[in-house]
């Protein structure tokens, strides 16, 4: 016997705002600018959090306040799930070598804890863009059970310069904004984010409907190009929630502007829906792709978004690509939404999808 499980709450600190009703109120303005972040002699556009701290583990603990406070009274004992891509990287690279590894690295989830007054169990998750998803699916799979009744999943990337010259040196960063499905997409434009979602197996407004993760060994880099497999991986969630393709009624998709992974994932899209194609709608060209945080920031939007009934336009689309034939939202929506889907492909082959419904 299994429990359901709930979001009881959510909060967020991203550029694009410091909690999720005023990211979603950016979003439904409009707002996408993002600021530049220079690695050798090339500059890239960045969406930075708007924190002025520049010591990285000030500014860390002074952002990881800052969505800890929005979630208010926290249980001392309440288990912490953290995922993240780079961790305190950062940190690294400003204080220099020498360091302890591994230990020096696990640190970071203790320190993460001390701030957020937290002193029960802590899990860390780091598996590339699908970290956020991980963390939640371990967090709801105990709830479920019974082992516990009350879980806080923080997802957190802080800029460093490994990451960014990484995705620089694969020729994978866009030089201007992200094109989610469109013909003249080139890029990632990659950013910071702190969010946090307290799951509970008390009644709350939205439940963790489904939830389903796999891999894709195509490639380092990238998904099958047809597909397949996230379609799968879709597939499964709707079936852990109990649902068919019809009772889906909004996609947030991982489209972030990159190449490949958008048209295989327009291809699961076509795989699993059809002719009936919900509406789609990509966040990332407001909030930057954040990696490891990237599942949690965007639920946490789009949720704030769904309790205002105001979806946003994607921004950065302006030409459909023949080859994918399809296109996200470029309009606002006031449609209220019971169900939504919410796709994650990562790097290295990580796949997700995690469905939302509304409670009556």
């Known amino acids: 016997m299994t429990r359901p499980v709930f979001i009881a709450d959510t909060s967020l600190l991203c550029a694009r705002g410091s909690s999720p009703t005023a990211v979603a109120d950016a979003m439904w303005n409009g707002e996408c600018t993002a600021g530049r972040r220079k690695i050798g002699e090339r500059t890239f556009p960045y969406f930075a959090l708007p924190l002025d701290e520049t010591d990285w ?17 926290i249980g001392p004992k309440t288990p912490l799930f953290i995922a993240s891509s780079s961790f305190q990287i950062g940190h690294f690279e400003q204080g220099g070598a020498p360091f302890d590894l591994p230990p020096a690295t696990a640190s970071f989830s203790r320190r993460i804890a ?31 059970a019974g082992l516990i009744d009350d879980a806080i999943v923080l997802g957190i990337e802080l800029a ?28 990632l434009v990659l950013g910071e984010a702190i969010a946090a979602v307290r799951l509970t197996a008390s009644p709350a407004t939205w439940r963790l409907a489904g939830l389903s993760t796999g891999l894709d060994g195509h490639s380092t880099t990238g998904p099958n190009p047809d597909g397949s497999r996230i379609a ?20 947030k998709l991982q489209a972030a502007g990159s190449p490949g992974t958008d048209l295989a994932e327009a291809n699961a899209l076509r795989s699993v829906f059809g002719q009936h194609m919900p509406p789609l709608i990509s966040l990332k060209p407001a909030l930057g792709h954040t990696l490891g945080a990237s599942g949690l920031a965007e639920l946490a939007a789009l949720l704030a978004c769904l309790d205002a009934d105001k979806i946003p336009a994607t921004a950065g689309f302006s030409k459909v690509d023949p080859e994918i034939a399809l296109f996200p939202m470029v309009e606002r929506s006031t449609e209220h939404i019971e169900r939504a ?18 409670q009556r």
């Open 341 to 358: 889907q919410l796709n994650l492909i990562g790097f290295g082959g990580g796949l997700a999808s995690l469905i939302v419904e509304r």
């Open 114 to 144: 001390e701030w957020m007054n937290l002193s029960g169990a802590r899990t860390s998750f780091s598996n590339a863009c699908t970290s956020g998803f991980s963390a939640l699916d371990a967090a709801r799979t105990l709830i479920a």
């Open 57 to 73: 583990m000030a500014r860390a603990e002074q952002a990881i306040c800052q969505v800890a406070g929005q979630l208010g009274a």
């Open 232 to 251: 799968e991986v879709m597939a499964g969630c709707m079936h852990d929630a109990n649902l068919q393709p019809d009772d889906i009624e909004l996609i």
């Open 160 to 187: 460093n310069d490994s990451t960014l010259a990484g995705f620089a040196s694969m020729e994978l960063l866009s030089r201007t904004i992200g094109r989610p499905f469109d013909a003249l997409r080139d890029g």
